[in-house]
């Protein structure tokens, strides 16, 4: 969008008329900018958002360490050729007509996955990436979360236990949610939340009616003490619960 620049007349001091620019009101930010600098202030991962178009409006400092590009470099860059994105083949998996933000744009859940970015170093690192989706009217912005993850040499073998352990216990920090006294199911329906998923998804995946979904997410509004999802999740994300 332009800037519209209103002009008014006025009068030199030789009583000319001349065109005098109006004041222009300062940007107000909007729920979603606060939303998404809560986020990015509430977790120690790289983040990275872009609009409906797919340009980048905000990094954080982690992204910019990550990334090896300021701030000011990246805002208006097209997410791809800042992220350069590859599959685990070295297939370009970032591209002008971006799989997640036509997902996104749809309304469809992004489920996480995993790609290799170009770091700071100039090398490819594999990294997880969790996407959260803010609306506010016609407007959008896609929040990406990556995780650089270590390189299989580094990687510890993983315990059947641990891929046997159910959503809501998996990297929560479960003093932080018994501070709050969320139960179980309440994190899973949060962590799902977190994902992309709305409750329709979540009565799928939890095999749950809508209005349980509902009644979870309303329980856990209140015991956060916050008025939205979005909220919810960027608290979680700050305080580590999911």
């Known amino acids: 969008m332009g800037v519209v620049i209103t002009m008014s007349l006025g009068r030199t001091s030789s009583g000319a008329v001349r065109l005098v620019p109006n004041p222009q ?3 107000v930010p909007t729920s979603m900018d606060a939303a998404y600098q809560q986020i990015s202030a509430g977790t120690a991962s790289p983040v990275l958002v872009t609009d409906e178009r797919w340009r980048i409006v ?4 982690e992204a910019e360490k990550f990334l090896g590009c300021s701030s000011l470099e990246a805002q208006g860059q097209p ?3 800042v992220l350069c994105g590859r599959d685990r083949y070295g297939n370009h998996f970032c591209h002008e007509q ?3 933000g036509t997902m996104a744009q749809r309304g469809e859940a992004v489920q996480p996955f995993e790609l290799d970015v170009t770091s700071a170093e100039g090398g490819k690192v594999r990294a997880a990436c969790s996407v959260i989706v803010l609306r506010d009217g016609p407007e ?3 929040v990406h979360i990556l995780t650089p993850m270590p390189s299989a040499p580094e990687r510890a073998p993983a315990r059947p236990e641990l891929r ?7 990297g929560c920090d479960s003093s932080g949610a018994n501070r709050h006294a969320l139960t179980p199911r309440e994190l899973e329906v949060l962590r799902l939340l ?6 329709h998804d979540i009565a799928k995946t939890l095999f749950i009616s809508l209005p349980t979904v509902r009644n979870h997410v309303h329980n856990f509004l209140r015991k956060l003490n916050v008025h939205s999802q979005v909220e919810a999740v ?3 994300y700050r305080e580590a619960l999911i």
């Open 25 to 27: 009101p300062e940007a």
């Open 58 to 61: 905000a990094i954080n400092p």
């Open 79 to 81: 997410c791809h050729a």
């Open 98 to 100: 971006c799989v997640v």
């Open 140 to 142: 959008s912005r896609i």
């Open 164 to 170: 046997a352990a159910p959503l809501a216990g998996a």
């Open 194 to 199: 977190a994902r992309g998923s709305d409750c």
């Open 234 to 236: 960027a608290l979680a």
